[in-house]
């Protein structure tokens, strides 16, 4: 059975780096033909998708976002990474990392982690 | 960018009815549309696929429908589990990827 497994520091000071891991267990994401994909959620706001990465390593990107992130796979490890930078108290939010693609279409998330809540905050 | 615009913001039903949420695309997104529920502290979890298609071991009383660029998610008869927020996201020509801001179903 398919799980994904965020992690990641909770804080992150404004300018900084913000990082943020997730490890699947079940399946090889190098093997898969599925997306990872990170979402995020600001405190009582809705969803925001932030960009995915094929299995192939091709990572695609939100334009509000391009900029500021990248997505990576680790295959050594089974996981993908995701790093913004410049963070300001605007990226403070639930971090969703989620599957997509298969039989229920290639942007359709049907595996999600738990979800990791970062604050950027001094 | 495409934009997805669920209403309403809110709805307050009794467990029992029957309930129309209503997701609207700016531009055609054809059959790449999903919806998703979400419980407090939880992940979001897939429904609805291909617009109209539940995904696996999803109820149903969960059905979703299409009239051009807008989509349709019915449940038949509210459940007390169903009370929840719930989200349309379109997937055509993407990226991006893009949300609806999501309907909240409430207990009346």
């Known amino acids: 059975q398919l799980q994904l497994q965020g992690s990641g520091p909770g804080l992150v000071k404004p300018s900084e780096t913000l990082s943020l891991t997730c490890t699947v267990s079940g399946d090889s994401i190098s093997r898969s033909t599925y997306y990872w994909g990170w979402i995020r959620q600001p405190p009582g706001k809705g969803l925001e998708w932030i960009g995915s990465i094929y299995s192939s390593g091709n990572p695609y990107y939100n334009p509000s976002l391009k900029s500021r992130v990248t997505i990576s796979l680790d295959t050594s490890k089974n996981q993908f990474s995701l790093k913004v930078t410049s963070v300001t108290a605007a990226d403070t939010a639930v971090y969703y990392c989620a599957r997509s693609g298969g039989d229920y279409g290639e942007g359709a998330f049907d595996i999600w982690g738990q979800g990791t809540m970062v604050t950027v905050s001094s | 960018e495409i934009v997805m615009t669920q209403s309403p913001a809110t709805l307050s039903v009794s467990p029992g009815e029957r309930v129309t949420l209503s997701c609207r695309a700016s531009?055609?997104?054809?059959?790449?549309l999903v919806w998703y529920q979400q419980k407090p502290g939880q992940a979001p979890r897939l429904l609805i696929y291909d617009a109209s298609t539940r995904a696996a071991g999803i109820p149903a009383r969960f059905s979703g429908s299409v009239s051009g660029t807008e989509f349709i998610l019915t449940i038949s008869s509210l459940q007390s589990e169903d009370f929840a927020v719930y989200y349309c996201?379109?997937?055509?020509?993407?990226?991006?990827?893009?949300f609806g801001q999501g309907t909240r179903l409430e207990i009346k």
């Open positions: 531009q055609s997104v054809r059959s790449n």
């Open positions: 996201q379109q997937y055509n020509n993407w990226p991006p990827i893009t």
